[in-house]
Structure formats: structure tokens, C-alpha cells
């Protein structure tokens, strides 16, 4: 079983900080992806990354995939209050998507 | 239309009822998840559908039954339950599965408390 790990667990900053949260695993993965959730919603699919040293913007996010495929980092620009949520980077092993441990990102007003 | 739809959207049961979940896609996608997720953690699979067929089972007690009466719909059957169980119960649907970045699009979750 393919193990992510995300850090840090959690984080609560201030509005306009810059913010990175990681997702590291000892596996190689073909590709990873991340995800956003908010409260009483399901998991929204922010971005797919498949090539190692891959970089992704969108917006003020900034996705990261290591060289070696095994870690991935989410970088975040001017966080804004909206940015509020759970965000899970995930992997396909085994025929099946698994999720990290999530990352619960509070942006204060 | 990217949507997937949950009915009910909160379920309270005892653990002697029997209830139901269900969850619909007309995207035409012919993968269908269904997924737990416990309070801040994070979603876990337990049950793939493919082309209407029961691809896997993530060792899920067999309280919990799934069915798929077509490539729309999903239903999760609940009976005989624990407290344990309560959680928020997550379906998902992709076009095709097994694929790496396969897009899943979930549903907004049935949020299920076991008393």
C-alpha cells in the first residue's frame, strides 16, 4: 500500500501570506494529483501531474512534481480566505486512487 | 454537465434499519466510486464499479452492500450498521478506470451519523 504523507497537517495564516505544502511518499508514481475539499463537499480536482520536474500554475498555485516522481509540493501565492480547505494530493496504484493524509489550510481575513 | 448527485444529503439510522444511498452521473462515465471519509481524514476507497461490474472490494463489511442498477446510477445499501460507521459517505465517477490520472468527480457526500 502506497503511503503519502502531507505537511504540515495543518496551517492558519494570514491573508496575502505565501504558503507550501508537501506530499512525500518513498513510492514512484506515474503521476499525482491534487485535490481541494471544502465543507460539505466532495473533493475537487485541482491539478494531474505526470512528468518528473513537472511544473503547474494555476492561478496563484503553483504544483510541483519531484524529479524522481515520489514527492510533490503545492505552492500558494497571496493566500486569500477563499483558499479555506482540505487539500489531499493522491496517487494511482493498483488500479485505485489513494489519498494522502491532507493538509487542513485556514486562511485568516 | 461535470455533476454527481447524492440523495440524502444527511442520513441518522439506528443500527437495526436499513437505508440506502444513491448517486447518480450523466456523464456517460462508466467507473463509479464509493468512497468513506471519516472526520479529518482522508476519503477511503471501498467499492469500484466498471461498466456496471463490481471491480473491487476494499474488504468492506458485508453490512455494506453496493449495487449498480445501470451506468447512471449507484446505490449503496446500509444494514445492520455501527457507530463506528458513521462518516461521510463519498461516490465518484470517472470515464473509464484503472487509467493514472483518470479524472474522479465527486459527489458532494452523504453525510451518515449511526446511532
Known amino acids: 500500500t502506497q503511503l503519502l504523507e502531507q505537511s504540515p497537517q495543518f496551517l492558519s495564516i494570514q491573508e496575502g501570506e505565501n504558503l507550501t505544502v508537501y506530499c512525500n511518499s518513498s513510492s514512484v508514481f506515474s503521476s499525482l494529483q491534487w485535490y481541494r475539499q471544502e465543507p460539505g463537499e466532495g473533493p475537487v480536482l485541482l491539478v494531474t501531474?505526470?512528468?518528473?520536474?513537472e511544473v503547474k500554475k494555476l492561478k496563484r498555485l503553483t504544483f510541483q512534481f519531484g524529479d524522481a516522481r515520489k514527492d510533490s509540493s503545492l505552492h500558494i501565492t497571496a493566500a486569500q480566505p477563499g483558499d479555506t480547505g482540505l487539500y489531499l494530493c493522491a496517487a494511482f496504484g493498483n488500479e485505485k486512487l489513494t489519498f494522502g493524509t491532507g493538509t487542513r489550510l485556514t486562511i485568516i481575513p | 454537465d461535470t455533476e454527481v448527485t447524492q440523495t440524502p444529503k444527511h442520513l441518522v439510522m439506528g443500527m437495526t434499519n436499513k437505508k440506502s444511498l444513491k448517486c447518480e452521473q450523466h456523464?456517460?462515465?462508466?467507473?463509479m466510486y464509493w468512497y468513506k471519509q471519516k472526520a479529518k481524514k482522508p476519503p477511503e476507497l471501498m467499492f469500484v464499479?466498471?461498466?456496471?461490474?463490481?471491480?473491487i472490494n476494499e474488504s468492506v463489511p458485508s453490512r455494506f452492500s453496493p449495487e449498480c442498477p445501470n451506468s447512471s446510477l449507484l446505490n449503496l445499501h446500509l444494514h445492520a450498521l455501527q457507530p463506528e460507521d458513521s462518516a461521510l459517505y463519498l461516490c465518484a465517477s470517472s470515464r473509464g478506470f484503472g487509467g493514472a490520472g483518470e479524472t474522479q468527480y465527486f459527489g458532494p457526500g452523504t453525510r451518515l451519523l449511526v446511532l
Open positions: 501531474v505526470v512528468t518528473g520536474g
Open positions: 456523464m456517460g462515465h462508466r467507473a
Open positions: 464499479y466498471s461498466y456496471e461490474k463490481l471491480s
